[in-house]
């Protein structure tokens, strides 16, 4: 069965390890910090101003004061910290962040990605997607293997204006986990009750396949 949106970003959660600091792009990567180990330090970063993000805030409980970058309310751990953009850029633009979570329209085999634009829709600007995609060495993108008529979003090549060129190191979908290699996508685990067919039917970009793939373990 395909995962959720939970569920991909529940198993993202287990790339980030202990005294990461760690950014969160809009969408699906928001999840994530609802899903990390209890018995881990983690430092979640927002470009717009603020360390120590912690999960979402339940109903009624939202503070309109604190936000993060795609202007969702946010709850702040102990000892979080406040800063300005140009700050926050600095730490993005120094590599002072040691994982970033991005979610994407496209990602092609050679770790391509575009996430920020289609042409002839408005959009309010990139925010700050191209500077964590240039300066960022650990990239995961979290995303739905297909659109919404089925066609593949893991391609040979992107179609849509790009974000960040070579720079995708892994990828978790509703249906696999792939790590981008100088051969194509490789597959490392499939969703339970997913099948390596299923993955390869929705998937246009080169698929390598080796041995028995596991199932995800959430």
């Known amino acids: ?6 569920g991909i970003a529940k198993r993202i959660a287990q790339e980030v390890k202990d005294g990461y600091y760690v950014n969160l792009g ?36 939202e503070d309109p004061d604190l936000i993060n970058a795609g202007k969702q309310t946010i709850t702040a751990l102990p000892g979080a910290s406040f800063f300005d953009s140009a700050m926050s850029f600095g730490m993005i633009r120094g590599q002072h962040v040691d994982l970033t ?11 391509d990605i575009a996430n920020w634009k289609i042409p002839g829709k408005m959009v309010k600007g ?26 593949s979003k893991l391609l ?44 390869k039917e929705a998937t246009e970009g080169t698929l390598i396949v080796e041995g028995e793939i596991p199932e995800m373990k959430l």
């Open 156 to 199: 040979k090549r992107c179609t849509l204006p790009l974000t960040g060129v070579g720079c995708v190191t892994k990828i978790v979908t509703n249906l696999a986990v792939l790590e981008v290699t100088e051969k194509g996508f490789k597959l490392l685990e499939r969703a339970p009750g997913v099948s390596v067919e299923e993955i």
């Open 1 to 6: 069965m395909a995962l959720d949106k939970n």
């Open 101 to 111: 979570i991005l979610g994407a329209m496209e990602v092609a085999e050679n770790g």
């Open 26 to 61: 809009i969408g699906i990567p928001t999840l994530v910090a609802n899903f990390v180990r209890d018995d881990i330090e983690v430092e979640f970063q927002s470009e717009n101003g603020i360390l120590g993000m912690g999960p979402f805030p339940f109903d009624g409980e």
């Open 126 to 151: 990139m925010g700050g997607a191209m500077d964590l995609v240039a300066s960022a060495e650990n990239i995961i993108v979290a995303m739905m293997h297909t659109n919404r008529e089925g066609e």
